[in-house]
């Protein structure tokens, strides 16, 4: 049976799929604050069972576990559908045009926090189900939904949950839709994702602030101590100096290279979507640096006094937050150790403190089962779909190819301008209703592995 009446069955049912997406919007679940976490998994569960679903809340040492399951045959090819219900902070407030968990429509876009990163993208997945079923009656594949409520923590708990349920767990791909479009608007599959390790510099000088004239020259300043030590890391260029932090990394593949040259690129289009019209790099290098490069990047600085006026003092402490993106095959704990080395040699009196890491992961662009989700994806859109090789930001990725050791794709549905983490988060109508129908095609192109 043709899946022509998908489009159909959209439009009958556009105003109670927004209506759906906005009931899981209006739940705060900030994972971070802890607020209203609870409250979200178990709303979440409902909307699942409601859709024929048959859900549990797994308790986790952090957050809990939304699962789902439609099993119709052992022997049939089984899909893990991955996303997270927890969403980021709102602050600062006041730069929302509307309140973040009273879900708006302006422009055709809906505009809330979570609409975009992930509860939008998470509901369009599981409306694409309830989709299907409403054309076809019966679904061609086994699938199994996995949602968690620490992704913005940096999912702590989802390796060893994913450890302890691997039996539960069993699937043949892991399908995450998760992140932004590509700039052009074109369907992008990521088959990876960065990893990231996040740290801290401490650095101390006098067990208080002193006065910057009478103790001037005569105690270190430690925000000077930093700055000093920043720059033994890493040179003008860019290039991390420290001892090995290159070693392991793989290069990427000749299909890699040449899927990253089909890539579209408007370097100008992207700098004002990114709020820098400045931007000067060529369409390669961007790629590259993007995906198959580890990043040095300082989050935020802190010493002494930065209100308004003066206040002259020789701070007592400085510290900075880091985190540093890495590629496949870097391990973030080697690359830790390599950090705390460089320190030790060039100030021991500084601490490093590690506060979380994730693991970076590649799925192999040469496997079938891309293919064929690609083609998916092709006839959903009626348009080649993108394919890179990773994600530039940081999933959880690494848990389904190396702990559950499935092929996992991650296809974004909102769109790039989705303001994710940031006031105004919005995700376009177009777009998630779009992001139903290609779950439906998606399922559509697996259930045929089934017969074999």
Request: contains cysteine; aromatic residues 8%; negative net charge.
């Amino acid at each position: 049976m043709p899946l022509d009446g998908i489009d159909q069955i959209l439009l009958n049912n556009k105003g109670t799929y927004i209506e759906q997406l906005f009931t899981l919007l209006k739940q705060k679940s900030i994972s971070t604050q802890n607020e209203g976490i609870l409250e979200c998994a178990n709303l979440l569960k409902s909307i699942m069972m409601e859709l024929g679903i048959s859900t549990r809340i797994i308790k986790t040492d952090g957050h809990p576990v939304v699962y789902g399951e439609i099993i119709k045959d052992q022997t049939f090819f089984t899909l893990l559908v991955y996303g997270h219900y927890d969403v980021q902070p709102v602050e600062p407030y006041d730069e929302w045009l509307s309140p973040p968990f009273e879900p708006t429509i302006r422009g055709g876009r809906i505009f809330g926090r979570g609409a975009g990163d992930n509860k939008g993208q998470l509901v369009a997945g599981l409306l694409g189900v309830r989709t299907y079923l409403e054309l076809f009656g019966d679904l061609p594949i086994n699938i199994k939904f996995l949602f968690e409520g620490e992704e913005e923590l940096g999912s702590p708990n989802l390796a060893s949950f994913v450890k302890e349920h691997k039996e539960l767990l069993k699937a043949d791909l892991v399908y995450t839709s998760d992140g932004s479009s590509h700039s052009s608007g074109a369907p992008l599959l990521l088959l990876g994702a960065r990893g990231c390790l996040d740290i801290e510099l401490r650095a101390k000088g006098a067990d208080f602030d002193n006065h910057s004239g009478n103790t001037g020259n005569i105690i270190p300043n430690p925000a000077w101590k930093l700055i000093q030590l920043l720059n033994s890391m890493r040179d003008e260029d860019g290039r991390v100096l420290i001892e090995g932090f290159y070693d392991h990394i793989l290069p990427p593949s000749q299909l890699e290279k040449e899927l990253m040259k089909q890539l579209p690129f408007d370097g100008k289009d992207i700098g004002e979507k990114i709020g820098y019209d400045r931007l000067d790099i060529d369409a390669e290098t961007y790629y590259h640096q993007l995906t198959m490069e580890p990043t040095f990047n300082i989050n935020g600085l802190q010493s002494g006094y930065t209100g308004e006026g003066m206040k002259t003092i020789i701070p007592s402490t400085a510290t900075v937050k880091m985190d540093i993106r890495l590629v496949v095959d870097q391990d973030p704990k080697d690359i830790f150790n390599k950090i705390c080395k460089h320190v030790q040699k060039h100030d021991p009196n500084i601490e490093v403190i590690y506060i979380a890491s994730m693991e970076p992961s590649r799925t192999s662009a040469d496997l079938e089962i891309v293919k064929i989700v690609a083609g998916a994806v092709k006839e959903s859109y009626q348009q080649d779909p993108l394919i890179q090789p990773s994600l530039g930001s940081s999933l959880p990725d690494y848990v389904w190819t190396k702990i559950l050791e499935v092929p996992s794709i991650i296809m974004p549905y909102a769109n790039f301008d989705q303001r994710n983490h940031s006031p105004n988060e919005n995700i376009r109508i177009d777009y998630f209703l779009n992001g139903i129908k290609c779950t439906c095609h998606v399922i559509d192109a697996l259930g045929k592995l089934s017969k074999f």
